[in-house]
């Protein structure tokens, strides 16, 4: 606390005036450091706001990306379901036409066989009665035949 010179009436003038405007200068240097504060203090509100909207804005990205990334999982697992299914039914079908080729093969090589095995019985017979008909040729005695027709 500022002592003053006591004078004649009071405290010495000059010394009050001059604390007055020690106090005056101290008090605007104060309410100067106040404001600036406050300035401060408003802009950095500010800041923190604009930088609160920029991580709300962030973290809807982060949340939509998720979620896109995901729907992308799920739709990617729907289509290889679908077409792993498509596939398997492909060579269901692939395989069931092969196994009737191979059954239309088979039936016609059947076939082929028991022509083939006809066609020697039959070639067999011609082949035996051409034979006969040789051999029943053997047997006739052209001499006798020659002497009856002359």
């Not at 606390?1 to 101290?26: A, E, H, P, S």
């Not at 300035?39 to 991580?55: A, D, G, H, V």
């Not at 079908?93 to 039959?122: F, G, M, P, V, Y």
Request: glycine letters at 0%; aromatic letters at 6%; hydrophobic letters at 35%.
């Amino acid at each position: 606390m500022k002592k003053f010179d006591t004078v004649f009436r009071g405290y010495d003038k000059q010394q009050v005036q001059t604390f007055l405007d020690d106090v005056i200068k101290n008090y605007e240097v104060l309410l100067n450091k106040s404001q600036k504060t406050q300035e401060e203090n408003i802009r950095l509100n500010e800041q923190i706001k604009y930088y609160q909207n920029i991580e709300d804005r962030m973290n809807r990205a982060i949340y939509n990306a998720e979620s896109a990334s995901d729907q992308i999982k799920k739709n990617a697992r729907r289509e290889a379901d679908m077409l792993i299914t498509e596939a398997r039914h492909n060579a269901s079908r692939i395989i069931n036409d092969a196994l009737l080729k191979a059954e239309k093969a088979q039936n016609h090589a059947d076939q082929l066989k028991r022509n083939t095995n006809a066609l020697k019985r039959r070639l067999r017979q011609i082949i035996q009665n051409q034979l006969d008909v040789i051999e029943e040729m053997d047997r006739v005695d052209f001499d006798n035949i020659d002497e009856k027709y002359n």
